[in-house]
């Protein structure tokens, strides 16, 4: 078997914990009290748009923008800027990795499925630890996409 000249890491479940033991996410437990929507809501939220915000062809925080003039979040007085606070929240370094990543012998990259912001916090409070961080909404594609995987 060939050598290993770079380990890929993936974001979410490996170097940050951000689920329960149940699977559910950390910051979708507060919602209600957060932002006073629930986790049925979000489906209202990003209806069909995820995946190309994701793919950094819709910025998240213009859409927000846009969604939250619908009456039901406007009650709520949600803005982007709530809704992203209250996401990245959720942003538990699992130091354990780092340390990991930090005794390796050879580089380490991270490889996740991001949109911008979440992408740039990640960035700035990782970005130390790895040698290169690939990005869904960089990149413009999604992992496991041959495009992504081309990096």
């Known amino acids: 078997m060939d050598d290993f000249h770079i380990i890929v890491f993936d974001v979410d479940g490996v170097i940050v914990d951000n689920k329960d033991k149940d699977g559910c996410y950390f910051w979708q437990k507060t919602l209600e009290a957060d932002l006073g929507i629930t986790a049925d809501d979000l489906d ?3 209806i069909g748009q995820w995946e190309d915000i994701v793919r ?3 910025d998240l925080k ?3 923008n846009q969604v939250f003039q619908d009456p039901f979040f406007k009650k709520r007085g949600l803005t982007s800027e709530k809704y992203i606070t209250c996401w990245l929240s959720d942003l538990n370094i699992n130091a ?3 340390e990991l990543v930090d005794s390796l012998k050879i580089p380490a990259c991270l490889g996740t499925n991001q949109e911008t912001y979440r ?3 990640i960035r700035e409070r990782m970005g130390g630890h ?3 961080f690939f990005s869904s909404c960089e990149i413009g594609a999604l992992k496991p996409e041959g495009e992504f995987l081309a990096i």
């Open 56 to 58: 950094g062809k819709i």
């Open 119 to 121: 992408t740039a916090t």
């Open 96 to 98: 354990s990795m780092l």
């Open 130 to 132: 790895f040698l290169g």
């Open 44 to 46: 209202r939220l990003f």
């Open 62 to 64: 213009d859409y927000l």
